[in-house]
């Protein structure tokens, strides 16, 4: 084995709004991070090649020999090569019996496939396998029955069990919210007191008003928020609620709606083990949201993408399998 | 009495997105009705002005002395003069005591007020109060007790007791559709399938997909669609679903969910007599979803606004209430 230290493993954590790159050392450690906004609609203008190059130039010409592994969207059709769906239940071994290898003309490159769930229900996911997959290296005891939730542009909560993602659902409440905010007529109010774009200069989160968002979904039981989604301008223009908080009140609306769906789609079934894996401030609104919900047991876990990253290239003989897991990847 | 087939109106139905000038008889049957697509948010270069001589100028000319009275978001703060919102419970005569009365400069013009409940779960509508009292002067029958469904951008759900509507509920089941069409992931590769624009040339529907999307949502239960709504492209990656068929089948979800939530939270209380009231080709579609869910008592209205500007302008003193109620609103 390579002195434990050493740079191993070159993991891309490629969506579709970033690129994070990560050199991860032989022990499963990341020595150093590199972020670009390049995620696959956000590319530069040379394409692929030129971020692919962008974010591993400098390790590779060091150590042209390390194995480079991505996951996420670039794997999707619309991304640099198609990385065909495992099926679900899927492991560690599994997405690395699928990888998906090709020549970049800079060295090879080798891409996590996505997980697909058939059936009447089916679902997709690309990239929060992975996530999972750093997850339960990180801490074995979730591997044994645990529910996930990675919330996001497209939220998934994902059921492991004896080490596998068993069956999963997504949830649009990312994008929703974006699309509420930026197209519709409940983010007028909060656009025209702010023209310059809430994105260039978030406020401050207004934390009573996101409560106030999550406890009326909670409220809807059944019938949830469809009828209730509207009260974002008609407390707005009752005087009920500023234009500032409004934003705010409609994200507590969408993360409530998506647990209190979540959570009836289990009918009474006791919950297992509760994991968060993500951003950490959208982690943090969903530890809100679940405690106002009634549950408080949650594991909240920063990102685990490199970890996953590493785990399955070690499955893929990619790299040597350290005797140790990652070490590095504690609770956020 | 006038002469019960000369002009005695002119009614404005003057939403967001058009105005419909109706020239309405003393004996409130409709004998022209101009359409342009001068609503407030594509007003003509004139403005409200100009709009508003294009539709009454011909009538005008030669009966000044026609009252004017007009409905919907015209009213509203972002409409040319903003008429305060009455509280709800209310009737046609709480209408005509709110309305707001100004000069043009083309002579004087009221506009019907909007209805606003207060409370916890504050509501507003500007131009389906008229719809819905003209509806009840249609068929007085339905002024005892019914529930009116006013399908459109923002749905409206009504319910209404001895003449007076007594509370209501917005469902944005339009808008999110138009919005998840034309900007999200889902609308994608009907997008791609049809790049010049469904809206110009809409494609026939596919009335299996349309019944698909209702099902999912009806069989969805108390969790709700939150958690589904992904399935429009799932369904489309995993083969199952044709590009051509995923709007339909969203549409099928997104109405499927206004009637799954509209009906569960009313609990399991016995439904009044339910009226949809509209737009001819989305009544049938709401029609066919609610069979799905067993609801299959609908009575169906065509388009009632005239009648419910007579109604109020006659309760307002504009016109002398004629002896017969608005004859040319039968069933659609």
């Known amino acids: 084995m390579a002195n434990p230290g050493q740079p191993a493993l070159i993991g891309l954590d490629w969506g579709t709004s970033s690129l994070r790159g990560h050199l991860v050392a032989a022990d499963g450690s990341v020595i150093e991070t590199i972020r670009q906004p390049w995620g696959i609609q956000h590319l530069p203008s040379g394409g692929y090649a030129e971020a692919y190059r962008g974010v591993t130039g400098a390790w590779l010409s060091s150590r042209p020999d390390l194995p480079v592994l991505a996951s996420g969207m670039v794997g999707s059709r619309q991304g640099w090569r198609e990385a065909a769906y495992v099926d679900c239940p899927a492991d560690a071994a599994s ?181 968060l894996s993500g951003e950490a401030a959208l982690c943090d609104r969903y530890r809100e949201a679940l405690g106002i919900f009634g549950v408080t047991d949650v594991r909240v876990l920063g990102d685990t993408a490199a970890a996953g990253l590493w785990t399955i290239a070690a499955a893929a003989g990619l790299v040597s399998a350290a005797a140790t897991s990652p070490g590095s990847f504690a609770d956020a």
Chains 1, 2 share one sequence.
């Open 95 to 275: 997405f690395a019996a699928g990888l998906l290898r090709f020549d970049t003309g800079t060295g090879p490159l080798a891409i996590v496939p996505g997980l697909m769930q058939r059936g009447r229900l089916p679902e997709v996911m690309r990239g929060e396998e992975t996530q999972i997959i750093g997850a339960l290296a990180a801490d074995p005891a979730l591997a044994a029955r645990a529910l996930f939730i990675l919330p996001g542009t497209h939220s998934k909560w994902a059921v492991v069990r004896a080490g596998r993602i068993e069956q999963f659902q997504t949830f649009m409440t990312g994008e929703l919210f974006a699309l509420l905010r930026d197209h519709s007529l409940l983010g007028r109010p909060a656009r025209e007191a702010d023209p310059t774009g809430t994105s260039a200069a978030p406020p401050a989160i207004d934390a009573a008003a996101f409560r106030q968002g999550v406890t009326m979904a909670q409220e809807s039981g059944p019938s949830g928020i469809a009828g209730r989604l509207f009260t974002t301008r008609s407390l707005w223009l009752a005087g009920d609620l500023p234009a500032a908080a409004s934003l705010d009140y409609l994200s507590g609306l969408l993360v409530g709606e998506e647990i209190r769906s979540g959570l009836a789609a289990r009918g009474g079934e006791p919950l297992p083990p509760l994991v």
